[in-house]
């Protein structure tokens, strides 16, 4: 079983729609929630971080974290077309050789069609 | 957010040569530095945490001898890929951290011929 579980879709949605992305994991030593965007050919862009459980908006976007079901979501209300993008989760625990070390989830390929 | 830079963007080599990656924290110095490769509509991978002043920690099945990296500055690490070969053909990409979080290079395209 992999530490981190996101499906990779495709996802497909109208603009406008709301898009809900999530990861499962299995580690509960996870403390530092983040996800990020990529576009083709280019690096991780990073969108949302959260430490521990809760919310967190930033615009269209939302980041949820559940700790007690050790689940995650990423929430972008009135997608567009630019939204289109693989989005990854990711996380740490952040605790001694691990500092800083990321897991990664798989990645969710996300297409916002005009 | 804080600005990772890498250079070259991209690269085509032939095969038994070598290819070195700069990477750079340009707001900020970062005392740890990864790397990792992603390859087609996959993941990233990690292949190694590079730590200012001292020897890379590199992840089991990464040889250190065919990926050699040095982090002389706190706003710089480079990957040298020795003796490429096309297998190596991959998009590498840096990350350097802050206290918490890190920051992605926009990739190096690493074509071997």
């Known amino acids: 079983q992999k530490e981190v579980e996101q499906d990779p879709g495709p996802l497909s949605v109208p603009e406008g729609a709301i898009v809900s992305l999530n990861c499962t994991y299995s580690n509960s030593a996870f403390q530092y929630f983040m996800w990020y965007r990529q576009y083709s050919r280019k690096g991780p862009e990073l969108l949302m971080y959260?430490?521990?459980?809760g919310n967190k908006e930033d615009g269209r976007f939302t980041a949820q974290v559940d700790k007690s079901s050790k689940y995650i979501s990423l929430f972008i209300r009135d997608s567009q077309p630019s939204d289109s993008a693989t989005y990854l989760c990711?996380?740490?625990?952040?605790?001694?050789?691990?500092?800083?070390?990321?897991?990664f989830g798989q990645g969710t390929i996300l297409t916002v069609h005009p | 957010g804080a600005v990772v830079s890498q250079h070259p963007s991209r690269v085509i080599c032939k095969s038994g040569t070598s290819v070195k990656i700069e990477c750079r924290s340009l707001d900020f110095q970062a005392t740890t530095m990864f790397w990792y490769r992603q390859f087609p509509k996959q993941s990233l991978m990690l292949m190694a945490t590079s730590n200012e002043g001292s020897k890379a920690t590199y992840e089991q099945g990464v040889e250190k001898d065919k990926f050699l990296i040095n982090h002389a500055s706190l706003t710089l690490s480079t990957l040298t890929v020795t003796s490429a070969h096309p297998e190596d053909s991959s998009f590498y990409i840096c990350?350097?951290?802050?206290?918490?979080?890190?920051?992605f290079g926009p990739g190096t395209r690493l074509t071997v011929l």
């Open positions: 959260t430490y521990s459980s």
């Open positions: 990711a996380m740490s625990d952040q605790r001694g050789t691990s500092y800083g070390k990321l897991t």
């Open positions: 990350s350097a951290t802050t206290r918490d979080t890190q920051y």
